[in-house]
């Protein structure tokens, strides 16, 4: 038939020659379904006709005449692309995407849409798979007493599932307080529905876009480890599925997560791999805004943000996994959390992390914390240009048994602003489980407004290698190798603070690193008095004699031991140094001391009347002697021969092992005896005869000369 015939016949009354009953247009539009209509109007039809089915004429077809399958329908209508494509039926059209509309759902924010979702999806299910729009509008989606054994959920066990929102709709999760969820348990903590809306179980090639999931957590109270989550969307056991421009808010647990499925619970065990989070929008979630639960695999999460968040704004305890162009910003522990193998997070910002964006003692709020569990060592990690500021807490926080991790080209500033463990990056290990294989290069730290008393705590740790990193701070030390650290190199760095090592720590070295602003004094003698960083240098103002040295360069931090020890009951001073509990500590407020030595590792403390400003843990600072002036010994050896003895020793007085010597025999015996050779150590030049010098009385004569 031509186009013109093709155009559906809309009014009530019956075409001439045609059989049927009539149908109105109201029945008309019911039977071809809302995504027909949507078809039509995005005009589908417009550029090719539509035909019936098996010879019927559209007339037919809507009305109805025997022959067509159901007597009216979208199953007997048929639609081309343009008059050179092939036929299909307008029922297989409108199943390559459904609307939750065409199941029920309402979107007015009140009435219960969550059969109307569930519908659609098991709609798609049974053919194959295919898209589910959700229009514009509020979707009620109300949970009652649900438990992990009877959750509320819309279920997905089918592959190619694709939902889509259409003008950000927003689906409204009401029912569960945060004392009913505190009320109840997870399964081992492993992250199984509760309350989830959508839940892709066991799944491939799945995903779920633009669309804003809203709870009812008011922002109080902390996260019940033992507790299950809310969520948006969760992918249990499930491959390739991405989740894309996503908002969540005021959760009662995650916008999205990802976990394996279980025997104990889901009746199979399937890892979750392939999971892609970006673009995404997560705030106010009681524990974290997006969560990878161990054995994750393979998955990443790329250009999103967490905010306010009352765990962390990511965690991953995850094998291959990628962070990249990410925000995490105010949540109340950490703004990444990472445990697992094979990690990179590059590109982040990690900022204001603490108790609700206000960091406390209490609630460190870390921009990254690097955890570890023993079913998933964690190891072969790499935190690279990032930006890591103004946390309350550490700004990395790498906890016992961490291996294999490299933190190179960050910026970390200004962080611990509530913490009382005043660090930058701190590697805290423990007796039992230490800390190994650690890179810490290319990084600036900054740190203007002295949060920091030690930018590298190294505890319980060993291999660890800190190189070219640029350190400028109003703290105490760039780096600090207690006693517990072992086997630590520190290399290229520049810094205004000092690196100190303690005597305790084993095999630990540090050379090239120099002071951005190195102290440059002049006196006659090596220091021996106050506190002193590598790089700085004294020159020698008396450099007379041989012996003379140019100067003195220090090669390891530290402060000298103040003469002066603190006593109770003392007047001191304000500028005196005293040393007590190990620490070195300046008076900067004249009194008289208390009963108590001071033992603070910041800040300004009052003993007594005395207020005592900490300076350093004490470690005494190493200088070297540089620029030596060429050393000259000469003298005349005198010996007396006994007739056996070859070898006579000539102790030359030199500060090192002669770079040359000459030898001249002064005597008749000498010269008889002959000289085979000469060879010097730190003490003598040693002189080898041919044969032993006669016995006589002062009868071996040398004359000599050594330099070096």
Not at 676 to 687: G, I, K, L, P, R
């Amino acid at each position: 038939m031509d186009h013109e015939e093709s155009k559906p016949v809309l009014h009530a009354e019956k075409q001439k020659g045609e059989t049927g009953k009539p149908v109105s247009r109201r029945e008309m539009l019911a039977a071809i379904g809302a995504g027909g209509m949507a078809m039509m109007a995005s005009k589908l039809w417009s550029g090719g006709p539509v035909s019936a089915a098996s010879g019927l004429s559209v007339t037919k077809s809507v009305y109805g005449d025997g022959s067509c399958p159901g007597g009216i329908g979208s199953e007997c209508v048929t639609y081309k692309y343009d008059g050179t494509q092939p036929e299909r039926t307008v029922r297989d059209k409108l199943q390559e995407q459904v609307s939750v509309k065409d199941f029920g759902a309402v979107g007015d924010g009140v009435t219960d849409d969550s059969a109307a979702f569930q519908a659609a999806v098991d709609a798609l299910s049974l053919q194959g798979g295919g898209r589910l729009l959700i229009p514009e509008g509020t979707y009620a989606f109300p949970a009652v007493s649900p438990t992990i054994q009877a959750p509320k959920r819309t279920l997905i066990t089918s592959n190619h599932i694709h939902i889509e929102g259409v003008g950000l709709p927003t689906i409204h999760m009401t029912g569960m307080t945060k004392s009913y969820i505190d009320s109840i348990n997870d399964l081992n903590s492993s992250g199984r529905d509760v309350f989830t809306v959508f839940s892709f179980m066991g799944v491939s090639n799945c995903s779920v876009r633009g669309i804003r999931f809203t709870g009812e957590w008011d922002g109080s109270g902390t996260f019940r480890y033992q507790s299950p989550r809310a969520k948006g969307v969760g992918f249990t056991g499930c491959t390739d599925c991405v989740a894309e421009q996503l908002y969540g808010s005021h959760l009662l647990g995650n916008l999205v997560n990802a976990t394996p499925a279980s025997f104990a619970h889901d009746g199979f065990y399937k890892v979750t791999s392939g999971i892609r989070i970006t673009n995404c929008f997560a705030e106010y979630c009681l524990e974290n805004g997006f969560n990878y639960m161990g054995d994750t695999y393979n998955s990443g999460i790329f250009d999103s943000t967490a905010k306010y968040c009352g765990s962390a704004g990511f965690e991953g305890a995850t094998v291959n996994l990628t962070i990249t162009g990410n925000l995490f910003a105010n949540n109340k522990y950490s703004g990444l959390s990472i445990s697992g193998k094979q990690v990179v997070a590059s590109s982040n910002i990690c900022t204001g992390n603490g108790d609700g964006g206000v960091p406390t003692s209490s609630t460190m709020g870390n921009g990254i914390s690097i955890t570890y569990f023993s079913n998933l060592p964690t190891g072969d990690i790499v935190l690279a240009n990032n930006i890591i500021k103004d946390n309350g807490g550490f700004g990395v926080y790498v906890y016992p048994g961490v291996t294999k991790l490299v933190i190179d080209g960050n910026i970390l500033s200004n962080n611990s602003q509530g913490n009382a463990y005043k660090m930058g990056i701190n590697l805290v290990g423990s007796a039992t489980s230490r800390i190994s294989d650690i890179e810490i290069t290319n990084n600036q730290l900054r740190d203007d407004v002295g949060h920091t008393t030690y930018f590298i705590n190294i505890s319980y740790a060993y291999q660890v290698k800190v190189t070219n990193n640029r350190c400028v701070m109003t703290g105490n030390s760039m780096a600090y190798a207690q006693g517990t650290a072992s086997d630590c190199v520190f290399y290229g760095n520049r810094s205004n603070r000092a690196i100190i090592m303690s005597p305790s720590a084993v095999d630990c070295y540090q050379y090239d690193n120099m002071g951005i602003n190195p102290k440059r004094l002049a006196q006659s003698t090596a220091p021996t008095t106050g506190t002193w960083s590598v790089g700085d240098y004294v020159q020698n103002t008396v450099p007379s004699g041989a012996n003379a040295t140019i100067g003195w360069v220090c090669t390891s931090a530290g402060t000298f031991t103040p003469s002066t020890v603190w006593a109770a009951s003392q007047s001191y001073s304000a500028g005196v140094y005293t040393n007590a509990n190990s620490k070195v500590f300046r008076a900067v407020k004249s009194g008289v001391s208390g009963t108590v030595s001071p033992s603070h590792s910041s800040g300004i403390v009052a003993d007594g009347t005395v207020l005592w400003e900490f300076v350093s843990v004490y470690s005494t600072p190493v200088f070297k002697s540089y620029g030596l002036l060429h050393e000259v010994k000469t003298g005349k050896a005198v010996f007396s021969g006994d007739g056996l003895t070859p070898v006579y020793p000539i102790p030359h007085g030199l500060s090192a092992v002669p770079s040359g010597y000459q030898i001249t025999p002064a005597s008749a015996d000498a010269g008889t005896a002959g000289i085979a050779y000469v060879e010097a150590d730190t003490v003598y030049v040693n002189v080898h005869f041919s044969s032993a010098p006669a016995i006589g009385v002062n009868n071996v004569l040398l004359v000599w000369s050594a330099d070096c």
